[in-house]
Nanobody
Framework: QVQLVESGGGLVQAGDSLRLSCAAS????????MGWFRQAPGKEREFVAT????????YYRDSVKDRFTISRDNAKNTVYLQMNSLRPRDTAVYYCAARTGPLGSSVPSEYTYWGQGTQVTVSS
């Protein structure tokens, strides 16, 4: 069992930066692929970024490439999402997720554990 707790969300202006953190419980964090997803009001949950167990592989949705960076610190059981040059369209609840396999994935159904989410609001 893995519990995930996100933090770092907030209200910012367009062009600002935020860093989201996701702290995981359990000793097997380093064996999981991790992902960040987001869900805006009235929309389906969508993939944002994913990272493999050893951070050797990362993958992003096109709209956040060159603005967002996913990283992880296995010693701290934490995955991060650095978000720069934020846009109003980035407004959503952001969720981190863990899958029982070493690789990341962009498919929500491949993740077993989910956090409760953290709100990110970007004003224009």
């Amino acid at each position: 069992q893995v519990q995930l707790v996100e933090s770092g969300g907030g209200l910012v202006q367009a062009g600002d930066s935020l860093r989201l953190s996701c702290a995981a419980s359990g000793r097997t964090f380093s064996t999981y692929g991790m992902g960040w997803f987001r869900q805006a009001p009235g929309k389906e949950r969508e993939f944002v970024a994913t990272i493999s167990w050893n951070a050797g592989s990362t993958y992003y949705r096109d709209s956040v490439k060159d603005r967002f960076t996913i990283s992880r610190d296995n010693a701290k059981n934490t995955v991060y999402l650095q978000m720069n040059s934020l846009r109003p369209r980035d407004t959503a609840v952001y969720y981190c997720a863990a899958r029982t396999g070493p690789l990341g994935s962009s498919v929500p159904s491949e993740y077993t554990y989910w956090g409760q989410g953290t709100q990110v609001t970007v004003s224009s």
